[in-house]
């Protein structure tokens, strides 16, 4: 079976440029994570979507950051404009409704220069 | 947020050896999960723990939820090279979906041959 995928896995860009960041849940999953993880802060929750709804986006730092869900299979993640502190991997995970494990894709790996 | 103390922060253990990590909060949980991070992957779930007192393996690893609702451990047994890794636990207070999972900081696991 297919997991979580991302894409990019590495994304390498200028300080200023937009950054769009790429994922497939696993099919029949109805809840969609986008988390950040740097080795200060570790994993964090950036935004939470059920049924492809945005529920809770209160993780999100600044509004250069937006995300969507136009149907069941994909998610975007943006950042625009993109800063050096913005460098981070970016993962991806989903769920069934009702469960509480989460599958992870393996990330995208985002340096911004 | 909930905050979960994770220890040991690292760990250099010789092949062969056990491991002992484990996951502290002063909030009760209603679930505790254990993930594994290889290095350029996403965390990959474990093990899942559900009722207190519970103690559930899957071959050389055992965890057990804290009979307190307020703490959690991973044992490994006889380490090889291939548990080296990020080992997280995440726990959820409420009963309901993945989107209230809190996750510790990590233990860093390098098995030396």
């Known amino acids: 079976d297919a997991g979580v995928i991302q894409s990019p896995r590495h994304e390498v860009t200028e300080m200023g440029q937009e950054v769009t960041l790429r994922c497939k849940p696993i099919?029949?999953?109805?809840?969609l994570f986008w988390y950040r993880q740097t080795m200060m802060r570790g994993l964090e929750l950036l935004i939470y979507?059920?049924?492809?709804?945005?529920?809770?986006d209160s993780g999100m730092p600044e509004d250069r950051f937006s995300a969507k869900m136009p149907n069941a299979s994909f998610s975007t993640l943006k950042i625009q404009p993109s800063e050096p502190r913005d460098s981070a991997v970016y993962f991806c995970a989903s769920s069934w409704d009702r469960s509480k494990v989460l599958f992870f894709g393996s990330g995208t790996q985002l340096s911004v220069l | 947020g909930q905050q979960l103390n994770q220890s040991p922060q690292s760990m250099f253990i010789q092949e062969g050896e056990d491991v002992s990590m484990n996951c502290t909060s002063s909030s009760i949980f209603n679930t505790w999960l254990w993930y594994k991070q290889d290095p350029g992957e996403g965390p990959v779930l474990l093990i899942a723990?559900?009722?207190?007192?519970e103690l559930t393996s899957n071959g050389r690893l055992t965890a057990q939820f804290g009979i307190t609702r307020k703490d959690s451990f991973l044992n490994i047994s006889a380490s090889i090279p291939s548990d080296v890794g990020i080992y997280f636990c995440?726990?959820?207070?409420?009963?309901?979906?993945?989107?209230?999972?809190?996750f510790g900081s990590g233990t860093q696991l390098t098995v030396l041959p």
């Open positions: 723990l559900y009722k207190a007192g």
């Open positions: 979507f059920n049924n492809n709804v945005p529920i809770d």
């Open positions: 099919s029949g999953h109805n809840s």
């Open positions: 995440a726990g959820q207070q409420f009963s309901g979906s993945a989107r209230q999972l809190t």
